[in-house]
């Protein structure tokens, strides 16, 4: 019913949820409300992967005594690892004609792992969940932006993608407060969680009432994407080096602020602090990535052609007072200013990603390389990170990750300003002008 509200408060429309007054513009061909409900239901899931696990990898020792090392690695790292494959092979799959077959085959695999949590023994079947778990989200994760995509057109698009990384984001900041209220009892009960797929998956039936596109929306698009990509030759229908803009992009933005959710319980630990900061400061960190994606055409009506430049900023603060006055208040105002700049640029680079191609089928295959990036930032940043320490010998150093970030994040706020106006950083004025 939330989104009934947003769209049309009028109470006369929730009997009949497919009359044209509960039609919603996108910019092309209108949708019905339960077709729009269907495309962003995907949302509520696409970042729950490995969020019940966390909460029991301090006592996995305890649940099974014969726990080793390698697998408590395998049980954090392996699910992550599969999840990027999978976004690429659902990007490649997207280009056919059976989108909604692979967004039901993905919801009924995650749905399947999400039960068979309530039932395993051993840490062997724990890992093996956790991997199909990670193989199901990679299928959906595209079509969670690229049914968007696909539907909606310019600032419709643009603000659609903001709701969506909203939605995606406030599923994860609920569900780490009932993994952690759950997690105090039986060590199962944290799985329930991922049991929100049976929504998307209640609602699938709507995915089919998604419209083709007409002549028109395509001619739309395609000088949209013309007028986004003036000089950039296209390759098998994609704008190669704007993907790659795109992908570093946002490789780097997860890259420096994810270093609070990996490194925030080293430095808790090291200080001697309580516990319960971590959880705060976390807590915080995602709450402000989920703001902006609510509040974007809001936002980008005032800053305009300078959003990453601010966005940059508010990053480099948020990581300065943890590189050098780490304490209970600055960690809880450097995790929102750094979860705010995230989430700012987030659902603008997904924006990007569908206008990064010269046919617009192309559009989840684009979106699914450039979402690649935040899972290979996920993955690839303790590594980089513990490496750059040995090799600079900072094992002493306790804010060192918290230090590199911000030293590069500076580099990365030149950047945005001097390159305001290239594609990666832009912003058209039709999205924030009347």
């Known amino acids: 019913m939330f989104f009934i509200f947003i769209y049309n408060p009028s109470p006369t429309i929730l009997p009949h949820l497919n009359t044209p007054i509960a039609m919603i513009k996108t910019g092309k061909t209108p949708i019905t409300l339960m077709t729009y409900a269907a495309i962003m239901s995907i949302s509520l899931i696409v970042n729950l992967p490995g969020l019940a696990v966390t909460p029991m990898l301090g006592t996995l020792s305890k649940i099974f005594p014969d726990t080793s090392q390698l697998e408590k690695q395998l049980l954090t ?76 057109s310019g600032k419709y698009r643009m603000s659609q993608m903001g709701l969506q990384s909203g939605i995606s984001n406030s599923a994860l900041v609920v569900a780490t407060f009932v993994v952690g209220w759950l997690s105090s009892g039986n060590w199962h009960l944290p799985f329930v ?118 966005g940059a900023v508010t990053m480099l603060i948020g990581l300065a007072l943890f590189a050098f006055v780490p304490g209970d208040a600055t960690m809880c105002v450097g995790a929102a200013l750094a979860g705010f700049g995230y989430g700012l640029g987030q659902p603008l680079l997904y924006d990007k990603a569908s206008l990064a191609v010269s046919s617009e089928n192309k559009a989840t295959m684009a979106l699914a390389l450039v979402l690649s990036a935040n899972y ?55 999205y924030y002008q009347s």
């Open 77 to 152: 790292v392996l699910p992550n690892l599969l999840i990027i494959p999978f976004i690429l092979f659902s990007g490649k799959l997207s280009l056919s004609k059976h989108k909604i077959s692979i967004v039901v085959s993905g919801l009924i695999l995650f749905a399947a792992c999400s039960v068979w949590y309530m039932f395993a023994t051993s840490m062997t079947q724990l890992i093996i969940i956790s991997c199909l778990l990670g193989c199901g989200a990679g299928l959906l994760i595209p079509f969670s932006t690229g049914l968007i995509a696909d539907t909606f």
């Open 193 to 310: 969680v991922y049991l929100v797929c049976l929504i998307p998956l209640a609602l699938t039936w709507w995915l089919r009432t998604i419209p083709k596109n007409d002549t028109s929306s395509q001619a739309s698009t395609t000088q949209q994407v013309a007028q986004a990509t003036p000089s950039a030759p296209a390759h098998d229908g994609f704008y190669v080096g704007k993907i790659v803009s795109l992908f570093a992009v946002y490789f780097f933005i997860t890259f420096a602020s994810i270093s609070i959710s990996y490194y925030c319980p080293f430095l808790v630990e090291k200080e001697h602090w309580s516990d319960s900061i971590t959880g705060t400061v976390t807590a915080i960190y995602f709450l402000f990535i989920l703001i902006p994606g609510y509040a974007l055409p809001f936002i980008l009506k005032y800053l305009k052609g300078y959003t990453f430049f601010w």
């Open 376 to 430: 290979s930032a996920i993955v690839l940043s303790p590594f980089i990170i513990d490496g750059l320490r040995s090799l600079l010998h900072a094992g002493h150093v306790k804010t060192f990750a918290f230090i590199v970030c911000f030293v590069l994040l500076i580099g990365y706020t030149v950047i945005t300003y001097l390159f305001r106006k290239k594609f990666a950083f832009s912003i058209s004025k039709s």
